[in-house]
């Protein structure tokens, strides 16, 4: 009788490796393998890189210059502004700060009759907007025929809110902040979207919309794109965002439709 093989450590590459199969639909570490008591090396090096990547998305500066100089091959029109945040050290401890804009960028905004306005704001992983937030603006200006579009804002040292002053400032009767998500340890690059019809100064969360996990290995743009034009649409008619309009989007081809006179 054929000597038995012992069976092959969870994680470990070979036959054994029932849990190879199954790394194919997630990101997350799963079926780690061991070399005694402790994690493979492999496993290790490879943790404590994400988490440097991590670091990296918060603490790196949102390339404003590059973001122009790719809006302008686009034929895209942009504002820079910044929070109330000096700095970045500043944004992190006090998210307050990031919430209002500086009183140097109310000047920037001028006044208009918009629909919407978008916002691409570096929040906490500067790479996502980096790599996003164009792409996602350019597939939205294809499914928003008709609709008055402000301007495209650059937004630093951002978070959620400032969206809801730069709208007000503007005139817009809606706003999409387009921001880099707080980073984890399989994604540092994913970019989430909030959606705010009527947006005002101290507006609650509740009265947003919310798209997130955009990426490439998450929601990729095209689909983001279709959804988010559904939930605009469908914002536009109800005059409301928030608790009150909820995302049942259509899927496929279906998402793409008129939009709303």
Known sequence: ??????ATAAGESGAGDDWQPLRRFTRARIGLGRSGNALKTTDVLAFQAA???ARDAVHTPLDVPAMLAQAKALGVSCLCVGSRAVDRATYLRRPDLGRRLSVESLPV??????D????????????ATQNNALPLFDAMRNRLAGWRIAPLVLATQARVALGDDIAQALGAAMVVIMIGERPGLSVADSLGVYLTYAPFV???DSSRNCLSNIHPHGLPVPLAADKLAWLMREARQLRLTGVGLKDAA???AALEGPATP
Do not use: N, R
Not at 109 to 114: E, M, N, R, S, T
């Open 250 to 252: 259509p899927t496929g």
């Open 116 to 127: 919407v306005v978008f916002v691409a704001a570096d929040g906490l992983s500067s790479v």
């Open 51 to 53: 988490h440097a990547q």
């Open 1 to 6: 009788m054929a000597e038995k093989k012992p």
């Open 202 to 204: 101290g507006c609650p």
């Open 109 to 114: 905004l001028q006044k208009g009759a918009w």
